[in-house]
T-cell receptor, first 113, second 115 residues
Framework: GENVEQHPSTLSVQEGDSAVIKCTYSDSASNYFPWYKQELGKGPQLIIDIRSNVGEKKDQRIAVTLNKTAKHFSLHITETQPEDSAVYFCAARASGGSYIPTFGRGTSLIVHP | NAGVMQNPRHLVRRRGQEARLRCSPMKGHSHVYWYRQLPEEGLKFMVYLQKENIIDESGMPKERFSAEFPKEGPSILRIQQVVRGDSAAYFC?????????????FGSGTRLTVV
């Protein structure tokens, strides 16, 4: 099955800095890569996703890049704000079966004012 | 349009008791997924259900755990004879179709504590 590795586990930045979270996946046939943000006491919320026919996608301060050859994808947050502080999860969709995404272990992002 | 509703938000059970976790999907969603989140760990898939059918239960422990999604009413995750290791946050997600054409929407979770 799919295996997703996520780094770093904790990321601390100053407000206004950029933050980058990286994930690698094992199944070369995976074709859908969502990112979720989980605030304390809440469920994960989808913030951006990318499909394998696209190399980069942007939504305001958030961008995701995908390198299919290297089997890794990254989340980039620019001009970080304290409200960006949360746990971020990457995921990769399995290539077959019931198409259940596999999640990384999460990155705790702390943005210091 | 309410999101995915999970209840209870917090559940405390003594070892050996049963825990029942409920999930009402978003209106119009017929696919339900259950995930478990242990402290400092990611989301682990447990089971995927459609109305009256279990589609994929590859992540469910073989014993004590069961799930259903009846024709009427919420999806239920049932844990019998709970043990301390069952303490975790359990999240339910729903979608209107098979990912990735349709995204997941997660509920706020049920935090189970076994004492």
């Amino acid at each position: 099955g799919e295996n997703v590795e996520q780094h770093p586990s904790t990321l601390s930045v100053q407000e206004g800095d950029s933050a980058v979270i990286k994930c690698t996946y094992s199944d070369s046939a995976s074709n859908y890569f969502p990112w979720y943000k989980q605030e304390l006491g809440k469920g994960p919320q989808l913030i951006i996703d990318i499909r394998s026919n696209v190399g980069e996608k942007k939504d305001q301060r958030i961008a995701v890049t995908l390198n299919k050859t290297a089997k890794h994808f990254s989340l980039h947050i620019t001009e970080t704000q304290p409200e960006d502080s949360a746990v971020y999860f990457c995921a990769a969709r399995a290539s077959g079966g019931s198409y259940i995404p596999t999640f990384g272990r999460g990155t705790s992002l702390i943005v210091h004012p | 349009n309410a999101g995915v509703m999970q209840n209870p938000r917090h559940l405390v059970r003594r070892r050996g008791q049963e825990a029942r976790l409920r999930c009402s999907p978003m209106k119009g969603h017929s696919h339900v997924y259950w995930y478990r989140q242990l402290p400092e760990e990611g989301l682990k898939f447990m089971v995927y259900l459609q109305k009256e059918n279990i589609i994929d239960e590859s992540g469910m422990p073989k014993e004590r755990f069961s799930a259903e999604f009846p024709k009427e009413g919420p999806s239920i995750l049932r844990i019998q004879q709970v043990v301390r290791g069952d303490s975790a946050a359990y999240f339910c997600a729903s979608s209107s179709g098979t990912v990735p054409d349709y995204g997941y929407t997660f509920g706020s979770g049920t935090r189970l504590t076994v004492v």
